[in-house]
Nanobody
């Protein structure tokens, strides 16, 4: 079992930047595969980025590569999502997710992840 708490959401103007954080409980954090998803009311949960545990690599929604960067700091039990060149369509609740077992072909699917945080709101508006 792992508990996840997101933070860092807020209001930004288009073109701005924001860094989201997700702090996990437990002492085996480095083993977990982590991901970010986002969701707006009435729409399906959308994959944003993922990073494998045990020193593995990252995955991104293709249209977000170059603007969003996911990273982790295992010493702090934290993953980050650095968001740059924000657009109004980035407005959503952003969720942190985790799982100990990852099938790479399913990395972009929400059902892959067993643990979820409560979400943090990002609003991009003029």
């Amino acid at each position: 079992q792992i508990n996840l708490v997101e933070s860092g959401g807020g209001l930004r103007q288009p073109g701005g930047s924001l860094r989201l954080s997700c702090v996990a409980s437990g002492q085996t954090f480095r083993r977990y595969h982590m991901a970010w998803f986002r969701q707006t009311p009435g729409e399906e949960r959308e994959f944003v980025a993922a990073i494998r545990g045990n020193g593995g690599g990252t995955f991104y929604k293709d249209s977000l590569k170059g603007r969003f960067t996911m990273s982790r700091d295992n010493a702090k039990n934290t993953v980050y999502l650095q968001m740059s060149s924000l657009k109004p369509e980035d407005t959503a609740v952003y969720y942190c997710a985790a799982d100990l077992h990852l099938i790479q072909s399913s990395v972009r699917q929400f059902a892959q992840y067993d643990y979820w945080g409560q979400g943090t709101q990002v609003i991009v508006s003029s």
